[in-house]
């Protein structure tokens, strides 16, 4: 597994075969990236029914761009999106790719930990939104090298002790964490919006559901604040990292 390759040629690999996306029609001669601003005219054109806040744009602006890299952190929320990585951050979001990370052709994972999945997922997108422009995380280059490593039998499975100095070879510095936080305004503008998104009925024209937002509504935060409640407590404004995936498990 010795990465002779530059990362580059890691992200490329993360295309998913079983899935594809056009995402021409979102670029042209005038639009050939994506930023923050294009982003949130894409929104309010798409969606005008969110009447989404500035700085809910930033945190939905953060998941996209994170996604479009990885797995790869951005190094500022000035870095842009191209075709490619758009594509992949539609693939790993809109489609539910995330939940093939770290997984084989036989659709498990490569650490045997399937029930860990869901939660590593969203512990990944609070971490986004805590710090999303610190570091490249080690969890999620080792989950991709894992996953496009050809394997024909459960014998040939890497060691994670392999996977792990690669991954910390492929991306060149010590990768341990620091403690963040996340804020509670945050946790709950993001859940009130969730709390609004609904599938449409009308048969898709495509494999993948179409969806859309409720008009917002007092209940929808309300609803938000109970969780958050039941995640952090009443009194707590801010989430500490090593706190996550304990609040998690209390929403179970």
Same mark, same amino acid.
């Given at each position: 597994m010795a990465p002779t390759n530059l990362p580059l040629r890691l992200v490329k690999k993360l295309t998913f075969r079983s899935a594809r996306?056009?995402?021409?029609?979102?670029?042209?001669?005038t639009t050939r990236s994506w930023n923050e601003e294009s982003f949130s005219k894409f929104l309010g054109i798409k969606h005008p029914e969110i009447a989404i806040s500035k700085d809910l744009v930033h945190l939905l602006w953060k998941i996209f761009?994170?996604?479009?890299?990885?797995?790869?952190?951005? #190094?500022?929320?000035?870095?842009?999106?191209?075709?490619?990585?758009?594509?992949?951050?539609?693939?790993?979001?809109?489609?539910?790719?995330?939940e093939r990370l770290g997984t084989l052709e036989y659709d498990y994972h490569w650490k045997m930990q399937n029930e860990s999945i869901m939660n590593g997922n969203v512990e990944r997108v609070f971490r986004i939104i805590g710090q999303p422009y610190i570091k490249t995380n080690l969890n999620d280059v080792m989950d991709v090298l894992a996953s496009v490593q050809?394997?024909?039998?459960?014998c040939e499975l890497p060691s994670p002790g392999q996977v792990e100095?690669?991954?910390r070879r492929l991306i060149c510095k010590e990768s341990t964490q620091p403690p963040f936080q996340i804020a509670r305004k945050d946790i709950t503008s993001l859940m009130s919006l969730l709390l609004r998104m609904k599938v449409s009925k009308t048969k898709p024209k495509t494999l993948s559901p179409?969806?859309?937002?409720?008009?917002?509504?007092?209940?929808?935060?309300e609803m938000a604040q109970i969780?958050?409640? #039941?995640?952090?407590?009443r009194e707590v404004d801010f989430l500490q990292s090593d706190q996550i995936n304990q609040s998690l498990t209390s929403l179970v």
């Open positions: 996306s056009n995402v021409q029609q979102f670029f042209d001669e761009q994170y996604y479009a890299h990885h797995p790869f952190a951005p #190094k500022s929320s000035e870095e842009t999106i191209d075709a490619n990585g758009f594509r992949r951050a539609i693939l790993l979001l809109h489609l539910r790719r995330t050809p394997t024909l039998s459960f100095a690669t991954a179409q969806g859309y937002f409720e008009p917002a509504d007092s209940t929808h935060d969780l958050v409640n #039941k995640m952090i407590g």
